[in-house]
């Protein structure tokens, strides 16, 4: 049979009566069918198949699929229906897939898709996918092209024998359509996406509709369009999202306010037990009956994370409402629908965690809007996965660098020392700053800061190794400049393109000099008792890694007692200008005074977060006639059940030995708070060092952690008073220290106060 311009549809599409439909076949109004390029004769024969077969067996979609030339797979050619079902269908699948496509092709009858989920959950009346399908192959004449498949909604029920007859009629007349065309000379095959065509009266009737997300009543597809949109605005929002936050915000837009739902809440899975990523609404119940949940329980959650989401509509009969009675709840877990993977993916890996919805009470959840929220679950799954990955990287990248930088600087006596150090924003998250201090041989002690370049993990590792060298080197007694001379040759058998910077300082601490060697870093700068800065000049030299064999040269200055030594990185300013010394000359004096204080007023005025930043303060105390040094330290083991008790008991004895006993009860029940802090929060070894400067006692605890103590009030309700139990001693601290503060440091914090000496 041929086609011929503005002819009417075939006979052997007319409908199961043996008449033509006439109202659906009208495509111009007027009886007639417009004009078919050869072409598109294949489009036209599809169309009519899909409009055809979703009207007769009450479809919300179909869809012809069509074997690839080669007869490897199929592919879906035409799909039309009303939305979202339309985007619930596969683009592709094997020939010895599961899907009923794919089984009436191999079986060369109808089939049926069957729920492959064991774990069925009948009571909560939702399959895994929420439609229903049929599939029938298109043979003709001995040949076979591919197959013709219908979803319904489940609610509307299964498929009858009359069904099945109905649809296998509708293959058969589209199977010999399709063998004429190719007889003609026509190509019978798939495009590489396929054809999506609405059909009209396909739409779920208004009473199944969910009463918050509807569309216009009388419109087609209004509803469906609805959710789709509110699908493109989450998928949106979620490839720009690059914090944990952005994916909150985005789901409480597009889900969890659109459906009505009192609170969501976003969990991950790690170690067998659920975690808390983020939540919003009224979600306080929510987050505590899953936040530390574990996965063998047997919660609507945990049985979710097997890959199927969960609805369930609440009411009386309801036994996995949210903890709350009778209310509804929504488990999607983050895999999204393995119904509809064009690509097969493993089975078995695992479902890395789920979006829960709780209401205020029963709701339904039609299977349109079921079809959408797991879509929606996938796309949270693949931005979680990507955020959670990155976060992972630069943690790795933090943890790094914390191990390379050293815990605690070594006491040196008359020098009082204090560090900072702040990553870049951008970048790998790995920087290659670093600083130390090292004691010689000959009772000297070293102060260096250094800079790898680049923000890798490599610049992480060189810096590591340089760092060790340094140690080594300066350890065997070499002097400034040829500790650089060694550890340059060192760095060009590391097999690294990679430069590094380095300022080297050795204080004799006995007579005040400082001997001052570079490599391509800024010069130290030296604020004077009087305030006056000036910068400790040396040969720049060359950075290391040049492979440049040359000799280093160095400068020897004399500082006086209360000098402030200022080894920076180039993380501190601008890089068309270094401004560290008029912003070190904008404290003015006694800015050395309050090491800390100037630490965080040198760090907090620097340019933005452009490149990682390290900073290294040393005031000269001088001597102090014949009396030693006062300073004391302690190590606390993080698993030490009587740390507490040893803290306390070591100030009240170091005071007692110092002649300080007034201050004994004081600083005791501070050091009890703090170093009580630092075991619960940091989980970390704690270093406690005590020591007198001046007319203060000043007291230091180290910890690992990197949030600041901040100190909590009292609050009226349970979940303030909860948060409220930590954070109350620092009141103590606040009362009893002349001043406190902590500062951050490359490997953790330090919590720091000082008290006035009777």
């Known amino acids: ?195 999506l065509v609405p059909v009209f009266g396909t739409e779920p009737p208004a009473e199944e509709a969910d009463p918050v997300v509807q569309g216009v009543p009388g419109v087609p597809g209004s509803a469906g369009m609805s959710l789709l949109y509110a699908l493109q605005r989450l998928t949106d929002m979620l490839n720009r999202a690059t914090a944990m936050e952005h994916v909150v915000g985005a789901a409480e837009l597009c889900m969890r306010a659109p459906l009505g739902a009192r609170a969501l809440t976003l969990v991950s899975v790690t170690e067998g037990r659920l975690w808390v990523l983020g939540h919003s609404g009224d979600s306080s119940a929510l987050v505590r009956d899953l936040h530390g949940t574990a996965l063998h329980t047997g919660t609507p959650a945990a049985r979710a994370l097997r890959g199927r989401a969960l609805f369930d509509p609440g009411g009386p009969g309801s036994r996995d409402g949210a903890g709350e009675g009778d209310c509804a709840a929504a488990y999607l877990p983050f895999a999204g629908s393995r119904h509809v993977e064009d690509v097969p993916m493993d089975e078995a890996a695992p479902v890395p965690g789920l979006c829960c919805l709780s209401f205020d009470g029963p709701r339904s959840f039609p299977p349109e809007e079921r079809a959408v929220l797991t879509m929606m679950a996938g796309r949270l799954g693949g931005t979680v996965q ?80 340089l760092r060790t060298a340094v140690v080594a080197y300066a350890a065997e007694g070499h002097g400034p400049a040829a500790l650089l001379e060694r550890t340059d040759r060192l760095l060009s058998r590391l097999g690294t393109e990679l430069l590094a910077t380095c300022c080297v300082v050795a204080v004799d601490t006995e007579t005040g000099a400082a001997e001052v060697a570079l490599a391509g870093h800024p010069a130290p700068l030296a604020q004077l008792p009087d305030g006056t800065v000036r910068r400790l000049w040396a040969p720049s030299n060359v950075p290391l890694g040049l492979h440049v064999r040359g000799l280093y040269g160095s400068r020897e200055h004399t500082l006086p007692p209360g000098t402030v030594l200022v080894l920076y990185s180039d993380g501190l300013y601008e890089p068309d200008r270094d401004d560290v010394r008029a912003r070190l000359d904008g404290f003015g004096p006694p800015a050395g005074t309050d090491l800390e204080h100037l630490a965080d007023g040198l760090l907090g005025d620097a340019p933005g977060r452009r490149d990682d930043a390290a900073l290294l303060l040393a005031r000269y105390e001088g001597t102090d006639g014949d009396r030693p040094p006062r300073v004391a330290r302690l190590h606390i083991h993080r698993r030490d059940l009587r740390a507490v008790r040893e803290a306390r008991r070591f100030v009240r004895e170091r005071l007692r030995d110092w002649d300080l006993v007034d201050l004994a009860d004081d600083l005791v029940l501070v050091t009890s708070e703090l170093v009580t802090n630092a075991l619960i929060h940091a989980g970390s070894d704690v270093d406690l060092r005590l020591r007198v400067s001046g007319d203060r006692v000043r007291l230091e605890v180290r910890d690992a952690g990197n949030d600041p103590p901040v100190p909590t009030a009292y609050s009226l309700t349970d979940e303030g008073s909860a948060r409220a139990e930590h954070g109350r001693g620092l009141y103590l601290v606040d009362a009893l220290a002349h001043t406190w503060n902590t500062s951050p440091s490359g490997r953790g914090k330090t919590v720091w106060l000082e008290m006035d000496i009777p």
């Open 1 to 195: 049979m041929a086609f011929t311009r503005r002819q009417a549809w075939p006979e052997g599409l007319m409908d199961d009566r043996g008449t033509p439909d006439v109202e659906n076949s009208r495509a111009d109004g007027q009886g007639r069918e417009p004009a078919v390029a050869a072409g598109d004769e294949l489009t036209t024969v599809l169309h009519r198949a899909v409009d055809r077969t979703a009207h007769r067996l009450r479809g919300v979609a179909a869809a012809v699929y069509l074997l690839t030339p080669g007869r490897q797979e199929l592919r879906a050619a035409m799909i039309g229906g009303s939305p979202p079902s339309v985007l619930t269908l596969p683009g592709r699948m094997s020939l010895d897939s599961s899907y009923a496509s794919a089984r009436a092709l191999a079986c060369h009858g109808v089939a049926f898709l069957a729920d492959p989920d064991p774990l069925a959950e009948p009571e909560l009346n939702a399959l895994a996918y929420p439609y229903t399908v049929a599939s029938v192959p298109l043979e003709a004449r001995g040949r076979c092209f591919g197959s013709l498949t219908v979803l319904r909604t489940e609610n509307r029920g299964g498929y009858s024998d009359a069904d099945g007859r109905r649809l296998a009629r509708i293959g058969d007349r589209l199977a010999v359509l399709l063998s004429e065309l190719q007889d003609r000379g026509v190509p019978v095959a798939p495009g590489h996406l396929p054809v």
């Open 386 to 465: 990507r955020i959670e990955l990155g976060a992972g990287r630069q943690a790795l990248a933090e943890i790094m660098q914390k191990r390379l930088l050293p815990a605690v600087l070594a006491d040196a006596p008359r020098l009082t020392t204090t560090t900072r150090y702040r990553p870049a924003q951008t970048g790998g998250g790995a920087g290659g700053d670093w600083y130390d201090l090292i004691t010689m041989p000959d009772g000297r002690v070293v102060l260096v800061l250094g800079d790898v370049e680049g923000h890798t993990l490599e610049s992480a590792a060189v810096m590591g190794q």
